[in-house]
């Protein structure tokens, strides 16, 4: 499956889940920003995705940083803690948390969740190997 | 299968909207009966002289349903809540007198939540077509503390398993009867 094949598919799924249309899901869109995705709708996309492609997506490989969220050694108040902050750095090597650790909000965190991010990470199980 | 002295542990009153369970295999599908009277008083103002079920009130019997279905499969160990309409579309009025099969299954179960796809018919009609998602709240929400009680699965819920657990055990090879 391309990568085209898997954006649509993708497309498809945020559609159904988040009550969106369809030219709302761009690539670069970000699911609570752009999309308006709570906390849930996150639990809904990967049973959805799971179901569309017929694979299994555990949450926390698929949303990385969104896992910490839930942990309440993590989190206190609506912010990161420093532990939590250390995960992030290391579930996320490549993104420039600079400007989020002056003020861990996880409101923040909604930035590192996007369509493309759902694309890659299904192109990567899909046709890695 | 249902263990009926365990089923009965929980004893204190929650709101019930649903009359009783026809159908319950774990972890699957359950069917509930939901019969509307003219004694219920809101339908006296929903509406003056014309009397109809409100649609909310359908998610709602849906939700119940659809929610003891996903807290059985965890022996009722997780508080079960409502998270999400994934989707609602309703077909026709229900009036008094009418009774309704509201049919819930479990799309996909995972530790932190649980999808469930339904519908309710009256007779052979379908009336409505309801997705829900529940979530099992200690393992989400960023953290927050809830009381170690299980304030979802208190009360007299599980006298709407009576059909259900005390057929229990059914003899081998025996199905759940509906109706």
Sequence with gaps: MDRDEIF??????LVDALGVDDDEVTSDATLMGDLGAESIDFLDIVFRLEKSFGIKVPREELFPAESLLNNAELVSNGKLTAQGLAELRQRVPHTDLSGFEKNPDISKLADLFTVNAIVTYIDGRLNAA | MLDLPFVLTWARMRWIWIDKFVEFESGRHAVAVKNVTLAEEHLHDHFPGFPIMPECLMIEAMAQTAGILVGEARGFREKVVLAKIGKAV????????????IDAQIATISP????TSGKITRGDQLIAEIDLMFSHIDRNLAGKKFPDENFVFTGTFTSLLRDIALNHPRPAGQEMESG
Excluded: I, W
């Design chain 2, 112 to 115: 932190e939540a649980a999808s």
């Design chain 2, 90 to 101: 309703f077909f026709d009025f229900v009036r008094p007198g009418d009774s309704l099969r």
């Design chain 1, 8 to 13: 649509q598919k993708v497309q498809a799924v």
